[in-house]
């Protein structure tokens, strides 16, 4: 009970917003949940956004927190570009911020905060860098004075904040171990250590960015999964079940992980690698059901996968593994063509069906039966009219034949008649009586 009144009291602290935002907006910075009144989703993420609401209040951050009923107020949330129910941005002067990540509190929180700030955030010291590298995973740092090289950095920045930090320092803020070929530089720092963009080797800045905004091993789940397909690697991830502390699940999520490390110079600019707890997720995005522990390399551009041809057992079966995708001689699955798309209709529908007969039976009874029953009774009903009509149809034609051979009968006799000279002058009424014949036989 306590719980229910402080989130239905969170809803004080969220703004319902109208047709008067679009103008009243741009003097601050808004956190904006597009929902529609009848979404599921939308219902679910309501008691979260109001803990958002309390939370940035208390924590006196200048974001201020609304909701927009977007099918009442469509024309301005179709200006956001609002696509689906519910959409989340943060609208920062001219410029709006999709957040594409999982919706709890803190991550939502955190979003706001990144976005709200700076684009490019100074350290002046080492104890603030020291400070910053311990709460962040991975940190990108500009390093140097003016020049060319800064202005793509605050572009991609302004561009990437959403997933991301950007921060500048000197050369004298750095860490000791670090060394730097030459200034300016723009260096990314995770998994322990550092690494400097070359514009040669690396391509565009903010293609390197966007592959490199990952840690060299993770754990992935739908929303992380959606996020690495903009990287344009293949995903490599050991399914295995967390929970489970047995030597064979253990084993090849350390695999993963000294694979990621130790040969990352090979295959950074390829592969992205993490872990993946439980298997519900990948069988329904292979439609497929995997036994886990397993390994499987998804690409997420077309939608194939690799599995291993053997039981991975080491760090060189891994490698071997990977080196076989790279050269084309592993087979891929799946895809995006035509059966695959018809397949996964299929597959799609019956998950959909075994849901909701496994959620409410009597729901599935209606929905599912109801249509068949009365498919049933058109099919019979086409059925049953078609006999009728046949045997119809076949008395017709048997009466017709019936009064052709009568007709045929009397031309007979008047034909053996008028053969054998039998004809005698005949009276009005045979005549008239001859005419008739003569007609009907017409």
Same mark, same amino acid.
């Given at each position: 009970?306590?719980?229910?009144? $402080?989130?239905? +009291?969170?809803?004080?602290?969220?703004?319902?917003?109208?047709?008067?935002?679009?103008?009243?907006?741009?003097?601050?910075?808004?956190?904006?949940?597009?929902?529609?009144?009848?979404?599921?989703?939308?219902?679910?993420?309501?008691?979260?956004?109001?803990?958002? %609401?309390?939370?940035?209040?208390?924590? %006196?951050?200048? $974001?201020?927190?609304?909701?927009?009923?977007?099918?009442?107020?469509?024309?301005?949330?179709?200006?956001?570009?609002?696509?689906?129910?519910?959409?989340? =941005?943060?609208?920062?002067?001219?410029?709006?911020?999709?957040?594409?990540?999982?919706?709890?509190?803190?991550?939502?929180?955190?979003?706001?905060?990144? $976005?709200?700030?700076?684009?490019?955030?100074?350290?002046?010291?080492?104890?603030?860098?020291?400070? $910053?590298?311990?709460?962040?995973?991975?940190?990108?740092?500009?390093?140097?004075?003016?020049?060319?090289? =800064?202005?793509?950095?605050?572009?991609?920045?302004?561009?990437?904040?959403?997933?991301?930090?950007?921060?500048?320092?000197?050369?004298?803020?750095?860490?000791?171990?670090?060394?730097?070929?030459?200034?300016?530089?723009?260096?990314?720092?995770?998994?322990?250590?550092?690494?400097?963009?070359?514009?040669?080797?690396?391509?565009?800045?903010?293609?390197?960015?966007?592959?490199?905004?990952?840690?060299?091993?993770?754990?992935?789940?739908?929303?992380?999964?959606?996020?690495?397909?903009?990287?344009?690697?293949?995903?490599?991830?050991?399914?295995?079940?967390?929970?489970?502390?047995?030597?064979?699940?253990?084993?090849?999520?350390?695999?993963?992980?000294?694979?990621?490390?130790?040969?990352?110079?090979?295959?950074?600019?390829?592969?992205?690698?993490?872990?993946?707890?439980?298997?519900?997720?990948?069988?329904?995005?292979?439609?497929?059901?995997?036994?886990?522990?397993?390994?499987?390399?998804?690409?997420?551009?077309?939608?194939?996968?690799?599995?291993?041809?053997?039981?991975?057992?080491?760090?060189?079966?891994?490698?071997?593994?990977?080196?076989?995708?790279?050269?084309?001689?592993?087979?891929?699955?799946?895809?995006? %063509? /035509?059966?695959?798309?018809?397949?996964?209709?299929?597959?799609?529908?019956?998950?959909?069906?075994?849901?909701?007969? =496994?959620?409410?039976?009597?729901? %599935?009874?209606?929905?599912?039966?109801?249509?068949?029953?009365?498919?049933?009774?058109?099919?019979?009903?086409?059925?049953?009219?078609?006999?009728?009509?046949?045997?119809?149809?076949?008395?017709?034609? =048997?009466?017709?034949?019936?009064?052709?051979?009568?007709?045929?009968?009397?031309?007979?006799?008047?034909?053996?008649?008028?053969?054998?000279?039998?004809? &005698?002058? /005949? +009276?009005?009424?045979?005549? &008239?009586?001859?005419?008739?014949?003569?007609?009907?036989?017409?």
């Amino acid at each position: 009970a306590v719980v229910a009144h $402080v989130v239905a +009291s969170g809803a004080g602290f969220v703004e319902d917003l109208d047709e008067s935002f679009k103008e009243n907006r741009k003097d601050d910075i808004w956190l904006v949940d597009f929902y529609a009144p009848w979404c599921g989703h939308c219902k679910k993420l309501e008691p979260v956004w109001n803990e958002v %609401g309390i939370e940035m209040k208390n924590m %006196g951050s200048p $974001v201020r927190v609304g909701k927009m009923d977007a099918t009442s107020f469509s024309s301005i949330a179709s200006e956001f570009g609002v696509r689906g129910y519910p959409t989340i =941005k943060l609208l920062k002067g001219d410029l709006a911020y999709n957040y594409r990540g999982p919706r709890t509190k803190d991550d939502i929180i955190e979003f706001a905060n990144r $976005v709200a700030g700076p684009l490019i955030r100074p350290l002046p010291s080492q104890h603030m860098f020291e400070h $910053v590298q311990k709460r962040h995973r991975v940190l990108f740092v500009y390093v140097g004075g003016e020049s060319p090289l =800064k202005e793509k950095y605050i572009e991609v920045a302004s561009e990437l904040i959403v997933y991301t930090y950007f921060f500048s320092a000197s050369e004298d803020v750095l860490p000791e171990y670090v060394t730097l070929p030459e200034l300016p530089a723009v260096l990314v720092f995770k998994d322990g250590t550092y690494f400097v963009y070359d514009e040669y080797e690396d391509g565009e800045l903010s293609s390197w960015v966007n592959r490199e905004r990952f840690q060299g091993c993770l754990h992935v789940d739908g929303f992380t999964l959606y996020e690495l397909g903009d990287t344009g690697k293949l995903v490599a991830i050991a399914v295995i079940d967390d929970k489970n502390s047995s030597v064979e699940h253990t084993r090849l999520k350390f695999i993963i992980q000294e694979v990621a490390r130790d040969y990352r110079d090979h295959f950074h600019r390829d592969f992205q690698f993490g872990y993946m707890d439980g298997n519900d997720y990948i069988n329904s995005l292979l439609m497929d059901d995997l036994t886990i522990p397993t390994v499987v390399v998804l690409n997420t551009s077309n939608q194939q996968y690799f599995l291993p041809d053997r039981h991975i057992k080491n760090t060189e079966d891994m490698v071997q593994f990977i080196n076989n995708i790279l050269d084309g001689t592993a087979e891929a699955q799946g895809g995006d %063509g /035509l059966l695959q798309r018809i397949k996964r209709i299929i597959y799609d529908s019956k998950s959909t069906a075994k849901s909701v007969f =496994k959620s409410s039976p009597l729901l %599935g009874c209606f929905l599912f039966g109801l249509p068949l029953g009365f498919i049933s009774i058109m099919c019979y009903g086409i059925c049953t009219a078609d006999t009728d009509g046949g045997v119809d149809e076949h008395e017709a034609v =048997k009466k017709e034949n019936g009064d052709q051979e009568l007709t045929d009968e009397g031309s007979e006799e008047e034909q053996e008649e008028e053969k054998n000279g039998k004809y &005698t002058e /005949l +009276s009005d009424g045979e005549l &008239t009586q001859k005419d008739i014949m003569e007609k009907k036989k017409d």
